[in-house]
């Protein structure tokens, strides 16, 4: 796909000048002659001409530079990825499986019909003693893959109490979002009827846009502290990119996410009202100030190309599609094990595994497409934070450093299905490429030199 730039070849020429007058003239006592002297031109150099930058050399030698066990550790690490969302789903169906055919689900909805006659209470009642139960089963998986996973690629910096405390924190704001969002939405089946799913969606698409208007003033603070970043050149150039890109924020935040993972990370979140530029620890303490640019660049790109709008956009189409499965496959499983499971109507809250299972098929199957919309918000922000920090070797070393949990260099097809960001030789190369076209920039020529 990239074709490689050809290298310039140097002449060499040799010029050879002999120059002698003589004159004749009658005889005469003694013969004369006139000498002219001049100094012949410096031969010319026969050392090659320096070969033109090729965005394709310099991404090949940025992605040669991690080698070895690191890039057989970052690999495996990615590739895993792809059979854990196989199993993850497989999980999820057969424990709502083991719901409905033990008739626990039947019996968790019997329990909540006894403790009240109104159908609207009976809803959160049954979605509690869901929520809990499938989290103790599913707790194994969620063990291995959150914690000794992340330990085994040297991913993880806590220790099981600390990480066990965070799935706490974690699963009590689960339990509450997710107990008042079912409620409304099996109050929706109710009223609605036959075109509950419609009005489900719309619950769900509003909802989302609830939590990212608080989570990063509400959610984010529960798992890190915040606290303004120190006064310095770092702070004062993030907040001067802000500001010419219209960002309003008047401040910068740092988070102890060290306490968690090495990973580097950054974020502008938030909005109407609550828009906050925010950086984990670790990227002041493992980057430099160019790779800090080149990632806050980034974040900023999300901000102003109203990603947060247009990513829900697309992902709440593919979810509207999710809830006319979930509609489809309800009346379809049911009508043929509803007598088994002691489950008939869809708004009967015993039913929730069925559409809990539909719904991990569904977006199992829909990888390839959430990936992609991902993947190129993710591109855009990236041209955006080129154009905006001018820092295209700055992004390729960090994206160098995020190869710790991410294939840096994997075939089309798995970029394709398996990757919601670019991978790193696609990155990479966007940056060479973009360096290309602004190598005469005086920025980029007192800038530092890609390897060639």
Do not use: C
Request: no cysteine; aromatic share 14%; charged share 15%.
């Amino acid at each position: 796909m990239r074709k490689a730039i050809g290298a310039a070849m140097a002449a060499l020429a040799m010029i050879f000048a002999f120059l002698a007058l003589t004159a004749m003239a009658a005889p005469a006592p003694a013969p004369t002659s006139t000498v002219q002297v001049q100094s012949l031109p410096p031969p010319a150099s026969t050392a090659p001409a320096t070969k033109p930058f090729s965005a394709e050399r310099a991404t090949n030698a940025y992605l040669a530079t991690v080698k070895g066990e690191a890039r057989e550790r970052s690999d495996a690490y990615f590739e895993g990825g792809y059979w854990l969302l196989l199993v993850d789903t497989a999980y999820a169906v057969l424990v709502a499986a083991l719901l409905l055919w033990l008739r626990i689900s039947a019996r968790m909805r019997d329990t909540a019909q006894r403790i009240t006659r109104s159908r609207f209470w009976q809803v959160p009642i049954y979605v509690i003693q869901f929520l809990i139960l499938t989290a103790i089963l599913t707790l194994p998986l969620t063990v291995y893959e959150g914690f000794f996973r992340e330990h085994a690629y040297g991913l993880s910096n806590m220790s099981f109490g600390q990480w066990f405390g965070d799935f706490g924190k974690g699963f009590a704001l689960e339990l509450v979002g997710l107990t008042i969002l079912l409620t409304l939405i099996y109050a929706a089946v109710r009223a609605a009827g036959r075109s509950w799913w419609v009005w489900g969606w719309l619950i769900s698409v509003a909802f989302s846009v609830f939590v990212l208007v608080i989570a990063p003033v509400f959610i984010a603070p529960v798992f890190n502290k915040y606290y303004p970043l120190k006064a310095g050149p770092v702070k004062s150039e993030i907040l001067s990119l802000a500001r010419s890109d219209g960002i309003p924020a008047t401040d910068v935040y740092e988070f102890n996410a060290s306490r968690q993972s090495k990973r580097i990370s950054a974020n502008v979140s938030g909005f109407l009202g609550t828009t906050r530029i925010s950086m984990t620890d670790n990227l002041i303490n493992r980057a430099t100030p160019r790779e800090i640019y080149a990632v806050l660049g980034h974040e900023m790109g999300h901000y102003v190309l109203s990603h947060n709008v247009i990513g829900l956009t697309w992902i709440g189409l593919v979810l509207l599609v999710a809830f006319l499965f979930v509609n489809w496959g309800f009346y379809f499983l049911t009508g043929f094990f509803g007598g088994n499971w002691n489950v008939r109507a869809i708004d009967d809250p015993a039913g929730l595994p069925v559409a809990m299972a539909l719904i991990s098929i569904f977006f199992f199957f829909a990888t390839p497409v959430t990936n992609a919309i991902t993947r190129t918000l993710e591109a855009q922000a990236d041209i955006f934070g080129l154009n905006t920090a001018r820092q295209p070797d700055g992004f390729a070393t960090v994206t160098l450093k995020l190869s710790e949990y991410r294939k840096l260099d994997p075939s089309p097809l798995e970029e394709a299905i398996f990757y919601d960001h670019p991978s790193g030789r696609s990155r990479i190369g966007m940056a060479m490429r973009w360096k290309v076209e602004h190598l005469n920039d005086p920025d980029i020529k007192a800038g530092p030199m890609s390897p060639q």
